[in-house]
């Protein structure tokens, strides 16, 4: 099969319309003094293709996909009558794999199309792909068929050259494993540096938390005492000795009562803080050797119980606001002329 297109076998260019391909081949039955016979059975193939409009049209969209790489979708009812007509015009066609009913095509001369599984015999015409041609000489090299039909000089030459490549082969993988290993142990060593800079990072996190809880349970115990005129540690105390007004506030109003119940319940005790920072103090011996196990976890409960306890502490301000604020809505009605003079206690 020739390898030039059927416009070449006519002396014309694939963009040449039906009034061309007519007068081509008057030219070519002119020099031929008339003999149809005496034209090459591959022209006249050509003519009587292109000289139909839809052939000629149809070709050179075939021939664009052969040049440009582009697939060509043809449905399942209309693969039998492209599969003729490629194989009238001299054109290869490959099934493109996980595409169902898409192909690739190529005309004669041309390079398989990479990807595709064909059978290199049955493409006599077509050059075979870059992996073909690789496969094709490893497995003579791996199967021993280089050494068949050579004579015993040819295959000793042969043999060091398989010595050769055997040596270049191994010093390949030598330096592909070495440079493997020394790419795990910097990938290793990066990630304990990263693991050491989080861990670094959770410490200083955790520190922070707990100074910002002593921080925030000094500044309560401050309100607290300047409300309730007795220190936060004592105020629970059975002994402990209100103001007048707190103990009207407390009976009068539930909502004091437990205001005042869950500041002194919940309040912050410095045998807390020394605990968290002790637990600090032992994770610290460990950083310098690298983290103990668990020491990842006791920070992250250590940073918890701050968030929690800071969150309390809030609320506890706020309850010393409400505290102070209905001791005052008191203050404000029993000094009241309103009140004066009443009967009531």
């Not at 009207?248 to 920072?277: D, F, G, M, Y």
Request: proline share 4%; net charge neutral; with cysteine.
């Amino acid at each position: 099969m020739s390898a030039q297109t059927l416009f070449a076998l006519l002396g014309l260019d694939s963009a040449a319309e039906t009034d061309e391909v007519e007068a081509a081949w008057s030219r070519i039955v002119y020099r031929h003094d008339g003999k149809l016979h005496a034209i090459d059975d591959e022209i006249r193939r050509a003519y009587e293709i292109l000289r139909e409009p839809g052939n000629l049209t149809y070709y050179a969209e075939l021939l664009r996909a052969c040049d440009e790489d582009i697939a060509v979708e043809i449905p399942p009812e209309g693969q039998a009558s492209f599969e003729a007509f490629c194989r009238r015009c001299g054109i290869s066609w490959f099934e493109r794999p996980r595409y169902p009913n898409s192909f690739l095509v190529r005309h004669a001369g041309q390079a398989v199309p990479a990807g595709v599984v064909y059978d290199a015999a049955k493409a006599p015409h077509l050059r075979m792909s870059r992996q073909e041609r690789t496969g094709r000489l490893f497995r003579k090299f791996a199967l021993g068929e280089v050494f068949q039909g050579r004579s015993r000089g040819a295959r000793l030459w042969i043999g060091a050259g398989y010595v050769i490549v055997l040596l270049i082969v191994v010093g390949i993988a030598r330096s592909i494993s070495g440079s493997y290993s020394a790419w795990q142990q910097t990938r290793a060593a990066a990630a304990a540096q990263r693991s050491k800079e989080e861990f670094s990072n959770q410490f200083d996190t955790a520190r922070a938390r707990i100074n910002d809880v002593e921080t925030l349970a000094t500044a309560v115990a401050r309100e607290f005492q300047a409300v309730a005129q007795i220190p936060l540690a004592d105020a629970g105390a059975p002994s402990a000795k209100h103001p007048r007004e707190l103990d009207l506030a407390l009976i009068r109003h539930a909502s004091v009562k437990e205001a005042w119940v869950h500041t002194i319940n919940e309040r912050v005790t410095p045998a807390e803080l020394e605990s968290r920072r002790q637990s600090l103090q032992e994770i610290a011996a460990h950083f310098k050797t690298g983290a103990g196990e668990g020491d990842a976890q006791r920070l992250g409960e250590i940073i918890a119980w701050a968030a929690k306890r800071l969150d309390q502490l809030n609320g506890h301000r706020s309850n010393i606001d409400h505290i102070r604020v209905m001791m005052q809505a008191d203050r404000f009605e029993y000094d009241s002329p309103t009140t004066q003079g009443s009967d009531n206690p």
